[in-house]
């Protein structure tokens, strides 16, 4: 293991929210130190940290004071500035790698990145204005959708249009943003792969999962996913070769449209993902682990799933019902301790296993 | 669920190595944060609680500063000095309870509590002075070891006697300490069982492990156990009444030497074991969670095991193979952060699952 960090050594992340929180966890099974920079106040990840810098991304001092107690960073979400960025990785390494975070930022250049690949994609066309609209229209058709090129998450920053009347108010719902018109795509279903990759090249996929969304938010994840043998064995590839092609380091969620003409390639996030969770009881490495294995240039774990999983999450007034899971059997809790519970946010998951 | 502790509530742990490092992980699942005592510095656990109090059992400023920012206490170790318990109780409800550490805290003590409870243990008898251990080993005979009452873990604080002639030695090992003689056991081999009881009397115990020792200090504990289906259930059975006569609230290890002529108690530990750590990888509920579940007011969690499991310690020099150990298929490494590597210091365990 040659650029690898050593038991002991201390990996920043960036963002305190859930992901962060479990991404600490998992560090500290391999006796790793976690720093977590985070700009708002008590965070969840701040409960299972060594450290805790509480400062905005324009902070360049506490940046840099941060990347100096830090051996190695990496980030639980995408829409990190990009000043930030320059000031850490003139600092210290970064991973995964810039290339991952400018692919994924913005969904256009990441359908471009995908399609370049071979991979397929909705069909998509840039829209910054009415006239970009328009033709966008003329060429794809409606039913579509609008969405934000930057920082659309859960099903924020869309706008669905039924037919071409809808193009106003689709616009205005974007708010003078830099959009992309997105076509329908006719699936069946929706899977996800959690793959990973090492610093050497080794790449491991988990399971496919099945994914149910509810009001744009993931509500279940399924393992197994409902794909025969071959649509499993695309999925697993074309994430290696997504994995590959950015000579990514850590680990990637990848979400796909299942559709009678194959596997659609809906949108990449290039950290641990929600529809992952289920490996933190279905399998003895998860999605967490072989993150934090590979930015320490550790060799990856065994993915492999000793269990059938249904991961549901846990959002807003879900949590009234947690007393009630505690008491289900073959069922692991997983609560991220936020102060306060707000409707659409998520609040935990509950993992619930066949052996 | 009355007497429960919301999600977000504070659990003190008294002691911050690696259990309570293991502890503090459980406790941020379930949405609970962790305030660690330990006098040392930079413990273990520090690296993944909310707070640390760094300071000596003596300082009642910090015992009491530490029990008001804290809901519940528990603990980690068996020896918390009796005027820090004193002071702590008199401001939190402490878990387990008083009387489970006060009889597991004292050898004979102990024996006495098992024997009154209709369990077998090894021959025994208290010894103070040097006439005290020749009546013990008239009445008890050779071969037998004399251990301090107080104090012992890992082999130390003993001393065997393989004759009568022995004696003088083994007393002067003893240094002055109240201690017990124990007889020999002829057993074939040692199990424990992991239990579980909740603030409602609710008991879960795990299946119960195989132990192998080495150097005193625990090698490794494989699941199943060697044990017939009638052992099997004593072995569980057992613990139960050992649990509810104390009214024990928490995760208690039960050591157990199997012999022909049935179980013998060889000791309780009023804490998550060491031989217990299997569980992590082999259930959906570990013995770390079952412990805050049940210090929180929870019910308890379903530790059904979903796979085999070998639990193998790595102590001291064992870390140089942890580079291997980390490419191993089913291999869940669990590492504890310690800054310094020393013979016989337990760094850390691996689980290896057979599912």
């Keep these: 293991m040659t650029d690898t960090l050593p038991t002991g050594a201390t990996i920043g992340i960036l963002g305190g929210g859930q992901l962060g ?3 600490s966890v998992a560090a500290s099974r391999l006796g790793f130190k976690t720093h977590i920079y985070e700009p708002g106040a008590n965070p969840p990840a701040a409960d299972v940290a060594h450290a805790v810098t509480t400062a905005p991304y324009e902070d360049e ?7 100096e107690t830090v051996d190695v960073i990496t980030y639980e979400f995408e829409n990190i500035p990009t000043s930030a960025l320059d000031i850490l990785e003139s600092l210290r390494p970064i991973r995964p790698n810039r290339r991952a975070l400018a692919v994924s930022q913005d969904r256009l250049t990441e359908k471009a990145f995908l399609t370049d690949l071979g991979l397929k994609t909705a069909a998509f066309a840039a829209v910054d204005d009415a006239v970009d609209l328009a033709e966008a229209i003329a060429e794809i058709g409606t039913p579509a959708i609008l969405k934000t090129r930057r920082f659309g998450y859960d099903g924020k920053g869309q706008s669905r249009l039924k037919s071409p009347e809808d193009a106003g108010k689709a616009l205005a719902d974007m708010a003078g943003a830099p959009s992309i018109l997105e076509g329908f795509v006719n699936f069946t279903h929706e899977v996800s792969v959690i793959g990973t990759r090492s610093i050497d090249g080794q790449v491991a996929c988990f399971d496919p999962g099945e994914n149910v969304h509810r009001d744009g938010i993931l509500h279940t994840t399924t393992v197994p996913a409902n794909l025969t043998a071959s649509q499993k064995m695309d999925a697993v590839l ?3 070769k997504i ?3 950015l ?5 990637m969620g990848v ?4 559709t009678p003409q194959g596997l659609i390639v809906n949108e990449i996030a290039p950290r641990v993902h929600n529809s992952g969770h289920w490996t933190q009881n279905g399998c003895a490495i998860d999605q967490f682990e072989q993150h934090i294995r590979a930015v320490a240039g550790w060799p990856l774990g065994d993915g492999k799933r000793h269990s059938d999983v249904v991961m549901e999450n846990l959002i807003g007034a879900d949590m009234d019902r947690v007393p009630d899971i505690a008491k289900e059997p073959n069922a692991a809790l997983h609560l991220y301790g936020k102060a306060e519970t707000k409707p659409g946010r998520k609040m935990g998951h509950v993992n619930r296993i066949t052996p």
Tied chains: 1, 2.
């Design 238 to 240: 074309l994430t290696a």
């Design 243 to 245: 994995l590959n092609a």
């Design 255 to 258: 979400e796909l449209f299942v």
């Design 61 to 67: 001092a506490a940046l840099r004071a941060f990347a």
């Design 247 to 251: 000579k990514y380091v850590g680990t």
């Design 21 to 23: 929180r479990m991404l």
